[in-house]
């Protein structure tokens, strides 16, 4: 009987599975030489950095020094700046020329701004705003429609949903008093349902005054670090500055569909300057124009 034959050769490993290994060796050298340089670094997880809620002292704020060189100045991010009520920063949001172009195609078309009236849904004239402001048509132009466009990728709120464009202007000691984006009641929700966020766009930089204050907002306020650049108005609850460029998007509803009261806001007065910004209004379902 004949005794089969084994090899005393051992059995070759398998190329893919040298070359995995290879390649792992090669990916932890990496690593281990970036980590050296300081290049990575390993987040630490104790319980100390982890931001505490409402908070505002540890939003970490990249403030865009003006000083800087054109190039910096014009970098586009976004800052959280609450989380009650929900708001955001998109810095750069409008470019310099967009800004100028949405003021002049508004110009000749200023009247006094007015308030929606509850019962009937038509504008009348109130003393808490004072500014002069005009409509822009939605999808009216090019430069308008690319503007809708960005505000719908920034809010991942369809364009549709939206109402038309609002430039508004504010000269010294005008203002607007705080109050809802939302309605409460029924006859301004019959087209296109609650306004469910606002994107604000400043279209000018603001001597002093003139910032978008949240009284109702929760945060410890006193400890931001643009404290002492507010106004008195802007020292009653969290504010924005206004920054040519700029887009504020705040929500005026919860993530559960409740309204949020913690959204009232209002317009500062200006001081020293004059105010220019462009507000759009996000509805929860189609807006029909």
């Not at 070759?12 to 050296?36: C, D, E, G, H, N």
């Amino acid at each position: 009987m004949v005794k089969p034959r084994y090899s005393r050769v051992p059995p070759r490993k398998s190329s893919s599975s040298t070359l995995i290994l290879t390649l792992l060796v090669m990916f932890t050298f990496v690593i281990l030489i970036l980590l050296a340089l300081g290049v990575l670094s390993i987040p630490s997880t104790s319980s100390d950095d982890l931001p505490k809620a409402n908070d505002l002292s540890t939003i970490v704020r990249q403030t865009v020094d003006r000083r800087l060189d054109e190039e910096r100045s014009e970098e586009k991010w976004v800052e959280l700046i609450s989380w009650e009520p929900r708001a955001f920063i998109y810095h750069n949001f409008l470019t310099k020329e967009e800004c100028e172009y949405l003021i002049s195609i508004a110009k000749p078309n200023m009247h006094k701004s007015t308030v929606v009236d509850s019962e009937t849904g038509k504008s009348k004239d109130s003393r808490v705003r004072t500014s002069s402001g005009t409509f822009l048509a939605r999808g009216r132009d090019k430069i308008v429609r690319d503007i809708e466009k960005r505000i719908a990728d920034f809010s991942f709120i369809p364009v549709e949903h939206g109402e038309g464009l609002q430039v508004l202007h504010y000269e010294a000691g005008q203002k607007y008093e705080p109050h809802y984006d939302y309605f409460q009641d029924e006859f301004n929700t019959q087209n296109g349902g609650q306004r469910i966020a606002t994107v604000l766009m400043y279209l000018s930089d603001v001597e002093e005054g003139g910032e978008t204050v949240f009284p109702a907002a929760k945060g410890n306020f006193r400890t931001v670090p643009w404290w002492n650049e507010l106004s008195d108005c802007g020292k009653r609850g969290l504010s924005v500055k206004p920054k040519m460029g700029d887009a504020l998007l705040f929500w005026s509803m919860r993530p559960d569909a409740t309204l949020d009261p913690s959204s009232l806001h209002g317009g500062c007065p200006v001081i020293k300057g004059n105010k220019w910004s462009c507000t759009k209004w996000m509805r929860v379902n189609e807006y029909k124009i």
